[in-house]
């Protein structure tokens, strides 16, 4: 047969061949647009970005800032952690805590005049104070913090401060850039501003400006914009890779004060899922200007969200370097205890007595309150009534950490002094809880005398009494008199023994 006559067989291989491959182009466009249709269904239904931390949920983050200043390169760093508290509604209210560590490296000055810094300059006016002189910020220590904020990082409420430098507003909002009300891959938030040198509100950028207020209490009123741009680049996932772009205009409103821009980019990624902040990187140069000068500082901020295992292992660092503390501070406990006991019945030495009442009546109170936990289990010796006396006294002050412990040490002594008798002697007999300057010449000998605050001291000898006062001589021969009724107890336990004689 040839090829041109009919040949069933190869008509019929023929057409099954040509609907196999007709339904397979069917079946590969009909796959084609369903995959396109379901793509587009997908879009057109997606979620927006939305934060959501659930009741209990933690979410950790390492933050880094670097400010480059012209005289040093500042560092700060640390973790900040968020706890769900509560969710109702678009609102959750979470608690945030933690803080950043700073450290400066000084820039080498050379020989010659500085360019730019905030100190004197030779030959004109000192430049103004930066944005990171106020030695108060509370992002820069451990701190607490309670939001309300809505899904799409609005500030409903904040209680707390955590104040951050260099115009960073507050690290507890860090992770909280402004999302979309609808799926869009473009938004901005901003607003003109009215800023007040004394302004006290609870914005993102908190009490904006608060640390450059005069010292007037005027306030001075300034136009100004903020704007913050944002477009998302790419999705990987759940994870949305946005570019952020910010800036800030706030002139001075004469010139006498000092206005500040900011202008900086970076890249955020947000996790969809999660419906937390993934990571941020962030750079911005904060141009401060005052009568015709600008200084420029650099400042990147990068915070990246913690794994479940990285932040494990930093809490039990913490709770590790927790309880070394407590082992040095119960071993030290241990070690003043055990002197403190050798001392009983022995009285304090000279040098160390000075030291002791140096401290007692000292004008700082972290230095007072030092030295009586240092003195736990302390049993006064006769020779010792001054010292006695003095922490008596300190139950009084107006620390509550120094009358708390004053009162706490006064326990062990006050037995003590009860048993030896803590009221001046009849006259020509010994006081058993005398000092060692009352026992000599009763009290006329070269002594330190102060008052019932410890703000008044001074070194001289009993002249006489006059009246309701007390005559002191100095070295230097000068005359003082003083109410006798401002003297320590110690010190007018002294002026009744000399005038019983």
Known sequence: MTSDQFNPFWQLEHDMLWTTSRLFLVGVVAATFGFVALTLEAVANAEPLRYRIAPDEVVPYTVTITADTPSSVETMQGVIVFTGKQTEGETMTVEYSGGLSKSVKSKSSGSGPRRGGFGPRPGGPPMPRGPFDRPDFQGLAQSTSTLVLTSTGGVESMRGDSQLPFLLGNLSLLPFDVLPEQETRKWQD????????????????????????????????????????????????????????????????????????????????????????????????????????????????????????????????????????????????????????????????????????????????????????????????????????????????KVIGVSMAAKNLWKGIEPVVEAAGSSPPPANTSNPFATANEKMDEGRGMRQWSDSTGAFRVDAQFVRVDGPNVVLQRADGKELSVPISRLSTADQAVVKAIESQ
């Open 190 to 397: 901003g607003s003109g501003l009215t800023i007040t040198s004394r302004s006290s509100s609870n914005s993102r950028f908190g009490p904006r400006f608060g640390p450059f207020a005069n010292d007037q209490n005027e306030t001075v009123k300034t136009g100004g914009g903020e704007t913050a741009s944002y477009e998302i680049q790419s999705e990987a996932g759940n994870l949305v890779t946005i570019r952020k772009t910010y800036s800030l205009s706030s002139p001075a409103a004469n010139s006498e004060e000092t206005g500040f821009e900011m202008n900086g980019t970076g890249t955020w990624v947000f996790d969809r899922q999660r419906g937390v902040t993934e990571s941020m990187r962030f750079k911005v140069d904060l141009t401060i200007q005052s009568k015709n000068t600008d200084v420029k500082i650099p400042v990147t901020v990068a915070y990246d969200r913690m794994s479940d295992e990285a932040y494990a292992a930093h809490v039990k660092a913490r709770q590790d370097r927790i309880a070394e503390l407590q082992q040095r501070t119960a071993e030290r406990n241990a070690k003043q205890a055990a002197a403190a006991k050798e001392q009983e019945g022995k009285p304090l030495t000279g040098q160390v007595k000075r030291e002791v009442m140096a401290d007692l009546n000292s004008s700082q109170w972290p230095t007072i309150a030092n030295r009586l936990r240092r003195m736990k289990g302390y049993k006064p010796h006769p020779n010792d009534f001054d010292v006695a006396m003095r922490v008596k006294e300190l139950q009084t002050h």
